[in-house]
């Protein structure tokens, strides 16, 4: 009596135990597809920066920081352009920036369809020799991997 007593809790859980083994176990493909579609490609872990705003913590601030140094960098290269005496009607250029993962940056200038006024390859070039020797730019993070990332910011063409 003793042994079927003893006998007994041993064989509920060998027999309980054993449906844990039973469970369907994921195929590796579908839990990388799983993980691929569980992922926010539009959105980067840490955007891009530079060594003046890596001190910030919070998020938010450290962007606005990176943002605001970007766009007067850019305004302080421009400022004493021939753009302005060129193109006196022009105030703003939106400027596409590229932030390669290697940290190369490139800038084009984005135009309106109807910016026929405007001599786009003009500008275009103006912009490109301007905008050398720009400062470092670590690039974006995603997922602990650098990738590559483009805005376009508003630089205010500054009149005197």
Same mark, same amino acid.
């Given at each position: ?49 530079? /060594?003046?705003?890596?001190? @910030? ?5 450290? &962007?606005?920081?990176?943002? +605001? *140094? ?45 910016? /026929?006024?405007?001599?786009? @390859? ?5 912009? &490109?020799?301007?905008?050398? +020797? *720009? ?26």
């Amino acid at each position: 009596m003793r042994k079927i007593i003893l006998f007994l809790p041993l064989s509920v859980f060998f027999f309980t135990s054993c449906q844990l083994f039973d469970k369907k176990v994921p195929n590796e493909k579908e839990l990388l597809e799983k993980q691929i579609n569980e992922i926010n490609w539009k959105e980067v872990d840490e955007y891009p920066s530079i /060594v003046d705003c890596e001190k @910030i913590t919070n998020e938010e601030e450290r &962007k606005q920081c990176f943002f +605001d *140094f970007l766009t007067s960098t850019i305004q302080q290269k421009l400022d004493n352009d021939t753009l302005r005496t060129m193109y006196p009607q022009l105030d703003t250029i939106e400027v596409k920036v590229t932030v390669f993962p290697n940290a190369e940056v490139t800038f084009e200038p984005q135009f309106p369809r109807d910016s /026929v006024a405007y001599d786009t @390859i003009k500008i275009d070039s103006i912009l &490109k020799s301007k905008l050398v +020797d *720009f400062p470092k730019i670590n690039p974006a993070i995603k997922r602990g991997i650098p990738v590559k990332t483009q805005f376009v910011l508003p630089v205010i063409l500054k009149m005197e």
